[in-house]
């Protein structure tokens, strides 16, 4: 095994299942109950954190989940995976946006899915979990290993 095997990098829509049941939790859940083993490594960037939270708030409004006990979840599991090193966390600097602007420029897309792709390759993940298809596809065409995630209906 070398270094970076068992890095998994999530996407916010695939870190939000962890807090929020819908189609795709129970794998994330297994993603998860791996990194507390020790097997896996979770990543993901710090721009996912911003996001989730307004995915979280938008459920608070639609189907009456507590968004600010989500987000107290997540951020304790964060510091606990920290705590066992099993957690890569990708900040955004000037040259991860560089390069985040060239794959938005280069495939058509948001700069948010931009940085995804830089940052899983930054973490040097094996897997990039996410249950957006577009980025999917694009970041298989960039040289990522996928798995697609299924979505609500």
């Not at 097997?39 to 989940?65: C, M, P």
């Not at 510091?79 to 991860?96: E, Q, Y």
């Not at 897997?127 to 957006?132: E, G, H, K, V, Y």
Request: glycine letters at 6%.
């Amino acid at each position: 095994m070398t270094i970076h095997e068992g890095i998994y990098y999530l996407d916010t829509s695939a870190l939000v299942k962890r807090y929020v049941e819908e189609p795709g939790t129970k794998i994330i859940d297994g993603v998860f109950d791996d990194a507390y083993k020790g097997v896996k490594t979770i990543s993901f960037s710090y721009w996912n954190l911003g996001e989730a939270v307004v995915v979280f708030d938008k459920y608070e409004r639609i189907i009456g989940v507590d968004a600010k006990r989500l987000l107290r979840d997540m951020l304790r599991e964060i510091k606990t995976l920290a705590k066992l090193h099993r957690i890569i966390m990708i900040g955004i600097d000037p040259l991860i946006l560089r390069r985040s602007i060239n794959v938005a420029l280069k495939h058509h897309i948001y700069i948010a899915d931009a940085l995804q792709i830089i940052s899983a390759r930054e973490s040097k993940s094996t897997l990039f979990i996410t249950a957006d298809k577009q980025l999917a596809h694009i970041s298989e065409i960039e040289g990522l290993n996928i798995l697609l995630l299924p979505t609500p209906k």
